[in-house]
């Protein structure tokens, strides 16, 4: 069996963090293993208190993994502390971690803005030149380029420029600004459009995380980036489709919608 390490923090609801990315993984047949950056205490409608790994138990937890259960492919989820963005940065040089992708989570749907500048600086520095695939939304995109996006044209001006930047490729996903569920890949100076059917459902919480977690686990399993791509759009589809409606707020995607056999019944 494939492996991937989920590289992030945890989310009591389970909605997104570690516990979507592991419930994606599995769902997409992989053995998942992970490594906790932060504790946190939230639901469906908020989150209500944050307490942040040391640098010195992430490098434990990493050493752990690599040493033990090599991944086939990493994620990386949202990391607030330059401290940490260095440790991991750190270790994935250090073991040679390959099929990497970053989630370079920065900017709410919301548009507020999740890390500090000195983070973001220190992701931009440190994480994201190690990236094999970046995971912007719109407003990360922004901030990453530079520029403004309001529509296709500038999707294509600014993932070409990330691209370029960081040596890596980049799908800029569609659904803030712009109103679609169009994802744009960029490598190599050339982009592909991936379409996506825009799914009626406010129970949307923890979709970025669990896209980039779909993404890695195809790649663990020998998919191109393009494969790779089109089949976490399509299981991230079946997620939404599924209209699970869970807790007071924004909620969860049923990430085991495809799940079936004799002990879930």
């Known amino acids: 069996m494939k492996t991937a390490l ?3 923090g945890s989310d009591s609801s389970g909605g997104a963090g570690i516990q979507a990315d592991i419930k994606t993984m599995t769902a997409n047949g992989v053995y998942a293993t992970s490594a906790i950056t932060a504790l946190t205490a939230q639901n469906t409608t908020g989150v209500y208190g944050i307490l942040e790994s040391t640098p010195e138990f992430l490098a434990n937890q990493l050493d752990c993994i690599f040493t033990d259960i090599f991944p086939d492919a990493v994620k990386t989820g949202m990391v607030s502390s330059t401290a940490l963005i260095a440790v991991i940065a750190d270790k994935l040089r250090q073991y040679g971690a390959r099929n990497i992708v970053v989630d370079p989570v920065m900017v709410a749907t919301s548009g507020a803005r999740l890390i500090s500048e000195e983070a973001v600086d220190a992701l931009k520095e440190k994480l994201l030149p190690l990236a094999t695939l970046l995971t912007p939304n719109i407003p990360e995109a922004e901030v990453l380029s ?3 996006i309001e529509n296709a044209a500038d999707m294509e001006k600014a993932a070409r420029a990330i691209s370029e930047q ?3 490729a980049v799908l800029c996903k569609g659904g803030h600004q712009i109103s679609d569920a169009d994802d744009l890949l960029w490598r190599e100076d050339a982009g592909v459009w991936f379409r996506g059917r825009r799914i009626q459902n406010n129970n949307t919480h923890g979709t970025g995380c669990t896209l980039s977690s779909a993404i890695a686990s195809n790649l663990a399993k020998g998919y191109d980036l393009d494969q790779s791509v089109r089949r976490a ?10 209209m699970l409606d869970l807790g007071h707020g924004s909620g969860p995607m049923d990430h085991m919608f495809d799940l079936r056999g004799e002990f879930v019944r």
Not at 233 to 242: E, N, P, R, T, V
């Open 233 to 242: 759009k399509a299981y991230i589809s079946g997620a939404l489709a599924a």
């Open 6 to 8: 989920t590289i992030a």
């Open 146 to 148: 530079g520029m403004t």
């Open 166 to 168: 960081y040596g890596c």
